[in-house]
């Protein structure tokens, strides 16, 4: 009798399990505080990355977990979506009522200029693709609550406080 491989079952059902808990999340806590990355390299370029379980190019980031603050929060969404170690620490940009998400959801936005990438990310099964894009040539699908932000950061566009 041949084992059993479960590695392509397990790679197949994660993406669909992943939005589950997604929305389980969105109307299971009383309020929720997400927080995202503005990283800027040497060259002015940002980084972005491509969710498996939404579509669109996003700022870096995600929930801030109980008892992690979110300077914490940050620093470990960088180093599990970009393999980014911030150097200085980020500067707080703002923080937006995201009522896209829920009625509930909060996201602090950190600018991040001082940081090293170990290495390029892999794509895995949370993280399709990656890529540090110049603000002028962003890709097509990069959401508008992201250009909305880049605007404020580097065009001094007013801070809104709805992502």
């Known amino acids: 009798m041949k084992p059993l491989n479960l590695s392509g079952t397990r790679r197949a059902l994660e993406p669909a399990l992943r939005r589950l808990l997604h929305v389980y999340w969105r109307f299971a806590r009383a309020m929720t505080l997400g927080v995202r990355a503005l990283v ?50 980020p500067r707080l940009h703002g ?13 602090a936005l950190f600018v991040v200029r001082a940081f090293r990438q170990t290495a390029p990310p892999v794509p895995n099964g949370e993280i399709i693709a990656h890529g540090f894009f110049a603000p002028d040539a962003l890709p097509n699908d990069t959401t508008a609550a992201t250009r909305a932000r880049i605007i404020e950061v580097l065009g001094g566009a007013p801070v809104s406080e709805r992502w």
């Open 95 to 107: 923080i937006f009522f995201n009522n896209r998400a829920s009625r509930r959801d909060h996201v």
């Open 40 to 89: 800027i390299d040497a060259d002015g370029r940002i980084f972005l990355v491509k969710h498996s379980y939404v579509s669109g190019w996003h700022l870096p980031g995600g929930g801030v977990e109980a008892g992690e603050t979110l300077n914490q929060a940050i620093a470990r969404e960088l180093r599990e979506e970009g393999n980014i170690e911030m150097t200085v620490a």
